[in-house]
């Protein structure tokens, strides 16, 4: 094919999971039940580590921004697919696909810029206990969490500039459940050598942070599902299918229980709210 450089590109097609009909209202419960607990749990562990005055330490304030984050990757990719399934309708106009690509590597990178800061914390609270508190300070904690989402922000832009120098042909279905961006890169007939050469460089680079970092159990298992959705991206749309819902919807709806849910503190923050909200019940009941 010869590129479409003067093809004005204004749309492009979501396939998803499958095309046979009978399974469109199975894939919708599914993942629409799977959504809303990936949201509930997350909330949870924010307003846990936000109103019990004994979690404002650096470790939940990291994980309640991991909360915050595990909720955004889910809500950029999942309701768009709910909506594409109920209404039938595949359509993505291409700023739609762009916006949900940036906003996409935002949130999952920042999710792993997060989890090699929270394991520079597990260090810090394991090989420097005594002077814990006095490196992982609310001002260095701030700061993290800004370089994280500066990063983020940065990487994405590029990966969006480099995107929108492309030149795309007439065939325009993406073999995905939303715009994933080396799907929308393989359908480029400009050249995308550049393109491919940063994924690739991210991927290495991302490799040598789940070797660093594998001796923290609570971040390895995290880094090593990124690293499998990355590599399957290099493959082929069927694995990359599959590695991306192990990230956008199983991993942010086990996350809570893997880092927060079965952890003491969280489970007696969580205890006092719902005993004070039964109270609350109760004595409002009783009032004529």
């Known amino acids: 094919m010869e590129p479409g450089n003067d093809i004005q590109i204004s749309e492009f097609l979501l396939l998803g999971f499958s095309q046979e009909p009978g399974l469109q209202p199975f894939l919708f419960g599914l993942f629409l039940s799977m959504y809303l607990v990936t949201v509930l749990r997350n ?10 005055s004994h979690l404002h330490t650096p470790m939940y304030f990291f994980l309640s921004n991991l909360s915050f984050a595990d909720i955004c990757v889910t809500s950029t990719t999942i309701p768009k697919m709910l909506m594409n399934i109920q209404t039938q309708n595949k359509v993505i106009t291409y700023t739609a696909c762009l916006m949900q690509m940036y906003f996409f590597i935002l949130f999952a990178g920042f999710e792993n810029f997060l989890l090699a800061v929270m394991a520079y914390d597990r260090f810090v609270a394991i090989c420097h206990p005594l002077h814990y508190m006095v490196i992982m300070n609310p001002h260095l904690c701030g700061l993290l969490v800004l370089a994280s989402w500066t990063v983020s922000a940065l990487y994405s832009l590029l990966q969006i500039f480099m995107v929108v120098r492309l030149s795309f042909c007439t065939a325009l279905e993406i073999p ?110 009783k009032c004529p």
């Open 43 to 52: 909330l949870l562990i924010i307003l846990a580590t936000i109103s019990d």
């Open 176 to 285: 995905h459940f939303f715009c994933e961006l080396n799907q929308v890169i393989q359908l480029a007939c400009s050249d995308s050598f550049l393109n491919h050469m940063v994924i690739y460089f991210t991927v290495a680079l991302l490799g040598g942070a789940q070797g660093k970092y594998k001796a923290f159990s609570t971040c390895a298992s995290h880094l090593i599902c990124l690293l499998i959705l990355c590599s399957a991206a290099t493959r082929n749309s069927h694995s990359s299918a599959t590695a991306s819902v192990m990230y956008t919807v199983v991993t942010p709806m086990l996350n809570p229980f893997i880092y927060s849910l079965r952890n003491k503190d969280i489970k007696r923050a969580l205890g006092i709210h719902l005993l004070w909200g039964t109270m609350k019940g109760q004595f409002f009941k």
